[in-house]
Antibody, heavy 122, light 106 residues
Framework: EVQLVESGGGLVQPGGSLRLSCAASGFTFSSYWMHWVRQAPGKGLVWVSRINSDGSSTSYADSVKGRFTISRDNAKNTLYLQMNSLRAEDTAVYYC???????????????WGQGTLVTVSS | SYVLTQPPSVSVAPGQTARITCGGNNIGSKSVHWYQQKPGQAPVLVVYDDSDRPSGIPERFSGSNSGNTATLTISRVEAGDEADYYCQVWDSSSGVFGGGTKLTVL
């Protein structure tokens, strides 16, 4: 059974940093591209970042570029999101999601974690 | 940046057909994916590549995509279908979601 379990969320002050983790199991993690998607309270889904299977290629939404870094440790079956210079507008539930292996040209997310809440407030 | 437009809400009686639209410039040239999200839960993929269904998703869920509009159709709507629905595409190396549509079953 595919499982994605996020952790690392919490309360952080504006300008602070936080690292999210996503532990994967039930599939060959090193074969799949992975994503982070966030959802502010009461709002819609917003794509954040993507990483390819070996970690050599990444992409980011403009709103987080230069502040967030996605990475992975295939030996530990874990995806990460390092978040720096956090702002109030980064407050959201952060989901990790697996990209379907069928096509990287038109990616979609076939499995999602349950999310971890990040609150940026003083 | 690419924009996807969804109606904020759609209401339908049980047993009827719900249609949720997703508008975008020449969206027919892209592959559209749809997710269902119930309160307090993670999203679930219900349609991918315009009209394909993942295993375990009822045949009542179907999709189409042409011109400037993609549509998720839910036939024989049930109370359990009440949820938020999001369309999604990939554009210029970025994921794009629609704003979401709340489906209310009357």
């Amino acid at each position: 059974e595919v499982q994605l379990v996020e952790s690392g969320g919490g309360l952080v002050q504006p300008g602070g940093s936080l690292r999210l983790s996503c532990a994967a199991s039930g599939f060959t993690f090193s074969s799949y591209w992975m994503h982070w998607v966030r959802q502010a309270p009461g709002k819609g889904l917003v794509w954040v970042s993507r990483i390819n299977s070996d970690g050599s290629s990444t992409s980011y939404a403009d709103s987080v570029k230069g502040r967030f870094t996605i990475s992975r440790d295939n030996a530990k079956n874990t995806l990460y999101l390092q978040m720096n210079s956090l702002r109030a507008e980064d407050t959201a539930v952060y989901y990790c999601a697996r990209e379907s292996g069928s096509s990287h040209q038109r990616p979609y997310f076939d499995y999602w974690g349950q999310g971890t809440l990040v609150t940026v407030s003083s | 940046s690419y924009v996807l437009t969804q109606p904020p809400s759609v209401s339908v009686a049980p047993g009827q057909t719900a249609r949720i639209t997703c508008g975008g410039n020449n969206i027919g040239s892209k592959s559209v994916h749809w997710y269902q999200q119930k309160p307090g839960q993670a999203p679930v993929l219900v349609v991918y590549d315009d009209s394909d269904r993942p295993s375990g998703i009822p045949e009542r869920f179907s999709g189409s995509n042409s011109g400037n509009t993609a549509t998720l159709t839910i036939s024989r709507v049930e109370a359990g279908d009440e949820a938020d629905y999001y369309c999604q595409v990939w554009d210029s190396s970025s994921g794009v979601f629609g704003g979401g549509t709340k489906l209310t079953v009357l």
